[in-house]
């Protein structure tokens, strides 16, 4: 099983401003993934990180807002940039072992005043 | 577009009743898991599914390929059960989740 530690748990910040959440796992893991949940809604995948290239991003997700990390095997940043009120979201980083099993991080519960 | 529907939407129970808590989907996949959701909003794997049914203390969790369903089955519920439940199907090639909404449900003493 894979442990990850997920910081910050939980942020209030200024709109206009940027948060970088890191996640790190204890175990080296091909593939990390990182979503966003919105009030009252389901997880979105926001890109899957890619150790050695740049991360792959889903449609309505862009680089520009949301630039991602991943320097090595076991470690993974995502900076929310820019943030509005509507970034207001909790944020997951996650790791699956070839599709077999997933892990979560703690989440980071932003609010954006 | 594949949608994972889970039922009921909320639900309050009373300390040890037998809870039931469902989920359905819309097209073929590989494997399907049950999720935890506390309060804090950090998610715990529950189970993961590609046929049958599994057990780990309290919980079972069943799936029916066939008719895209799946439950989640608490016995002897308990407070600290309270918490969201997600359901995530996984399809693809690169093994893709797709999330339910979730259940909140509140066990009350």
């Known amino acids: 099983s894979a442990v990850i530690s997920q910081k910050p748990s939980r942020d209030i910040c200024q709109r206009g401003t940027s948060l970088t959440i890191q996640c790190q796992v204890d175990s080296q893991v091909t593939m990390m993934f990182w979503y966003r949940q919105q009030p009252g809604q389901s997880l979105t995948l926001i890109a899957t990180?890619?150790?050695?290239?740049?991360?792959?991003?889903e449609s309505g997700f862009v680089i520009d807002k949301f630039p991602i990390s991943r320097p090595n095997l076991t470690f993974s940043t995502l900076t929310v940039s820019n943030m509005s009120p509507e970034d207001s979201s909790i944020y997951l980083c996650?790791?699956?072992?070839?599709?077999?099993?997933?892990?979560f991080g703690q989440g980071t519960r932003l609010t954006v005043v | 577009k594949n949608e994972v529907e889970q039922s009921p939407q909320n639900l309050t129970a009373q300390e040890g009743e037998f809870i039931t808590i469902n989920c359905s989907y819309s097209v073929g996949i590989s494997a399907l898991h049950w999720l935890q959701q506390h309060p804090g909003g950090g998610i715990v794997s529950l189970f993961m599914?590609?046929?049958g049914k599994k057990k780990h203390g309290r919980l079972i969790a069943t799936i029916n390929i066939q008719e895209k369903h799946s439950s989640l089955h608490i016995t002897a519920s308990h407070p600290r059960d309270s918490a969201v439940y997600i359901c995530?199907?996984?399809?693809?090639?690169?093994?893709?989740?797709?999330f339910g909404k979730g259940i909140t449900l509140s066990v009350r003493p």
């Open positions: 990180a890619n150790q050695g290239s740049e991360a792959t991003y």
């Open positions: 996650s790791v699956d072992e070839g599709g077999t099993e997933a892990f």
């Open positions: 995530a199907v996984v399809t693809g090639a690169n093994s893709k989740l797709t």
């Open positions: 599914l590609s046929s």
